[in-house]
């Protein structure tokens, strides 16, 4: 089973309106973190935005905010305000904490993402 | 420089070449990442070193040689790849001291064409 499920391929839209792409996840750990990155046409990932899964409040960054619903097993990303520069791939991401031999660090594992387009 | 950078940012090779990816980050990270992306795919995870030790290797072929020197970079070393092997290779890299809070800080990446 997938553990990141992002159901939209791709989202349209207007400038200045506000856009919510989905994001479900799938995991039997009781400490996760949620991230989610945007990727332009340039390929960089950049990082928008964190909820862990102890934090009672939604994540909020600026235009981001994240709408976290522990029990569904869901973390949709809002961006407010849409601007033309917010057209990119999207994606939602997992990090489950793994240890081998000592050493710790968290596994991120990525959905299939979301291609916005935002159209003047 | 700041941030994670990789060059070269594009190579295009045969399938006889063998070739390295190069990985820097200036952030005082102590783990880095290797990952692969292909189109329609999600991005998947290929090695992790931590520490400088490589402690994940997802059934990566052979023909991926990752190393890490320090902890400041990360090579991936490329010899007799396919044409399949053609995608954007990520490289990313994070402080892993808590571990749900850090993100990982990701380089423009490596598009990568075998002929």
């Known amino acids: 089973a997938q553990k990141i499920t992002q159901t939209q391929p791709g989202m349209f839209v207007q400038e200045k309106e506000a856009v919510t792409l989905d994001c479900t996840y799938d995991?039997?750990?009781?400490?996760?973190?949620l991230f989610w990155y945007k990727q332009p046409s340039s390929g960089e990932m950049i990082f928008l935005i964190y909820?862990?899964?102890?934090?009672?409040q939604n994540a909020t960054e600026g235009r981001y905010s994240l709408n976290f619903q522990k029990a569904r097993k869901s973390a949709n990303l809002v961006i407010s305000a849409s601007q033309l520069g917010d057209s990119a791939m999207y994606f939602c991401?997992?990090?489950?904490?793994?240890?081998?031999?000592?050493?710790?660090?968290?596994?991120?594992?990525f959905g299939q993402g979301t291609i916005l387009t935002v159209h003047p | 420089e700041t941030g994670v950078t990789q060059t070269p940012r594009h190579l295009v090779m045969g399938m006889t070449n063998k070739k390295s990816l190069k990985c820097e980050q200036h952030?005082?990270?102590?783990?880095m990442y290797w990952y692969k992306q292909s189109a329609k795919k999600p991005l998947e995870l290929m090695f992790v070193?931590?520490?400088?030790?490589?402690?994940e290797n997802n059934s990566v072929p052979s023909r991926f040689s990752p190393e890490c020197p320090n902890s400041s970079h990360l090579f991936l070393h490329l010899h007799t790849l396919q044409p399949e092997d053609s995608a954007l290779y990520l490289c990313?890299?994070?402080?892993?001291?808590?571990?749900?809070?850090?993100?990982?800080?990701f380089g423009p990446g490596t598009r990568l064409t075998v002929l």
């Open positions: 995991t039997s750990d009781q400490s996760y973190g």
């Open positions: 070193y931590s520490l400088e030790e490589r402690v």
């Open positions: 991401a997992m990090r489950e904490a793994q240890g081998a031999g000592g050493t710790s660090y968290g596994k991120l594992t």
């Open positions: 952030l005082g990270h102590n783990a």
């Open positions: 990313a890299s994070s402080q892993e001291e808590q571990v749900y809070l850090n993100e990982q800080f």
């Open positions: 909820q862990g899964s102890y934090d009672e």
